[in-house]
């Protein structure tokens, strides 16, 4: 599909139709028009307001920098967009999505993807019209960097530069404190059962409530319990009921896996999984679950003490790669916190579980565990890949690693050993894979449908959205050339009896510099609707869905 400026004006500071907020916040006034641009009916048109938007980059700036990897321009902004399609008039809620967009500070560039301070995008829909907005979030990073003009928190590979020695010695004091590490929420937002919407990322500290309406920064998310530690899963698993995550133990290697009810704050365990090898826990960015069983993987690239110590980072940041460890999967009983099952399985490097499920035999018996993952074939160049210098320089060269879905099969009767395999052939996503999303109905059941981001060689990003049928073994995938999607969300339609009967939403950056909010139709895979920003928007990470009340 050929991208397009709105009604065809590709060079101008603004889309020619996009309605805006003045800094009173009024919409300004709306011109009525229907014009079909490439099969899609165009609505919601409104006069452009000048004073809004930062110019785009130069073509100079476009060429060596895609909009992707290139520092949002401002610290905030508002304005309802046009819609190019027609939204479906049941989508009634907010998608909010979190991801790192400022990298940098002062003269002073980032090194990796995962060190930018957080940007928050929403995207409102109510009767098929949409507005969007961005803000930074006011962590207490953000806050020092802006003030005093440099780093001041370490970040994923960034650590602030000590004066002298004694500076550097008190540096390493407040890191084993906790006191020098992030709040930077950069990686995900979740909704609690209780209304409150968090964002996260792997530090503790680094939760931070915000107000879904407005974006702004409410204040710290505080765990009112004692069970202390610095850091976490990025990717607890949250449903109406409750909170589950696990807490790395980085003295007596394992893991907590713990559980908060809505409306407190107040973690409590469930039990505890000992690591089976290694000089310390397997990275745990995110985990899996079932009905009645929490999936905590234990993978051969661990967390180093030593590598946290350093004040540059080294090939693999905070982790090393420790094969001689092997790779484990244990299971817990989520009522009992007893340990049902723990296998070694092949060795795997994975950021993301896309979801589990019970095995059933034909009387209805669990015997095994299903866990499917973003797996990248143990290969752990992906966080080198991952480098903004790297992103930053496609030259054409195909240098995107492989990934596929890997499958683990755990049987629960007493084997020491499970499986790893692809659940598809990966040339069906065309074998890259990651930031997946599926029907939030079917959490720790058995699914068919899965929404991913794979590829389109040559390239060195993920740059397809795929839709996954894991019982015919296809995908689906939508590309466009020189686009850069985030995250494919799925919002599953209201009383829908279908598992794919629902919208994607995704983000998409040009390398044009532009940028827009995607809508394809979940089971056709085709697309639906588009709204064009008023200026490009840097790759986001992950989102939530906050319904309208």
Not at 33 to 62: C, F
Not at 259 to 284: D, S
Request: charged letters at 25%; a neutral charge.
């Amino acid at each position: 599909m050929a991208s397009m400026g709105c009604l065809g004006i590709r060079n101008s500071i603004l889309p020619a139709a996009v309605a805006l907020t003045d800094m009173s916040g009024r919409i300004n006034q709306r011109v009525t028009l229907k014009r079909n641009v490439r099969g899609l009916t165009v609505t919601n048109v409104a006069t452009p307001s000048p004073a809004i938007a930062p110019s785009r980059e130069t073509e100079s700036v476009v060429n060596r920098n895609h909009v992707a990897w290139t520092s949002v321009r401002q610290e905030s902004w508002e304005g309802e967009l046009i819609v190019e399609g027609e939204i479906p008039l049941w989508l009634r809620g907010t998608y909010l999505r979190n991801g790192p967009g400022l990298w940098g500070i002062g003269n002073y560039e980032f090194r990796h993807l995962f060190d930018g301070y957080a940007t928050l995008v929403k995207l409102r829909f109510e009767n098929g019209r949409l507005v969007a907005g961005h803000r930074q979030i006011e962590s207490e990073a953000y806050k020092a960097a802006k003030k005093n003009k440099r780093l001041c928190y370490r970040e994923f590979s960034e650590v602030p530069k000590a004066e002298n020695f004694l500076a550097y010695v008190g540096e390493l004091a407040s890191l084993f404190s906790g006191a020098s590490l992030t709040d930077n929420a950069n990686t995900g937002v979740v909704k609690l059962g209780d209304g409150r919407v968090v964002c996260l990322t792997e530090t503790q500290k680094g939760s931070i409530v915000i107000d879904p309406d407005t974006l702004d920064t409410k204040g710290k998310f505080e765990y009112s319990d004692t069970l202390g530690g610095l850091i976490h899963s990025a990717h607890p698993i949250v449903t109406d009921k409750e909170f589950l995550t696990l807490l790395p133990d980085l003295v007596n290697p394992g893991y907590l896996a713990v559980r908060m009810k809505p409306g407190t704050n107040e973690r409590k365990v469930i039990g505890r999984v000992n690591c089976r090898n290694g000089p310390a826990p397997g990275w745990v960015h995110s985990f899996p679950v079932t009905e009645h069983y929490i999936v905590v993987p234990e993978m051969p690239l661990r967390y180093c003490a030593q590598n946290l110590l350093k004040a540059e980072p080294t090939p693999l940041y905070k982790f090393e790669w420790h094969p001689d460890s092997k790779a484990f999967v244990h299971v817990m009983c989520k009522a009992s916190g007893k340990i049902v099952a723990s296998v070694e399985v092949p060795l795997f490097v994975t950021f993301h579980f896309i979801n589990a499920y019970e095995a059933e035999d034909k009387d209805g018996r669990v015997t095994a565990i299903v866990a499917d993952c973003c797996e990248h074939n143990a290969d752990t160049t992906i966080l080198e890949k991952l480098r903004l210098q790297n992103l930053r320089s496609f030259s054409g060269e195909d240098v995107l690693p492989d990934a596929r879905v890997g499958r683990f099969i755990i049987p629960l009767n007493g084997s020491p050993y499970g499986k790893l395999e692809a659940a598809l052939d990966p040339d069906e996503h065309g074998r890259g894979l990651d930031m997946c999303s599926i029907n939030p109905n079917y959490l720790g059941l058995k699914y068919r449908y899965a929404f991913a981001c794979g590829a389109h060689r040559p390239c060195n990003f993920p740059n397809t959205l795929s839709k996954l049928d894991l019982v015919e073994k296809k995908a689906k995938n939508w590309y466009e050339e020189g686009a850069v999607p985030s995250e494919p969300f799925f919002v599953p339609r209201p009383g829908a009896t279908q598992e794919d009967d629902g919208v994607v939403i995704s983000m998409i950056s040009q390398k044009t510099g532009s940028g827009y909010a995607l809508l394809l139709d979940g089971s056709s895979f085709k697309e639906i609707a588009r709204a064009e920003f008023p200026y490009g928007l840097p790759y986001g990470l992950h989102g939530c869905w906050v319904p309208k009340k």
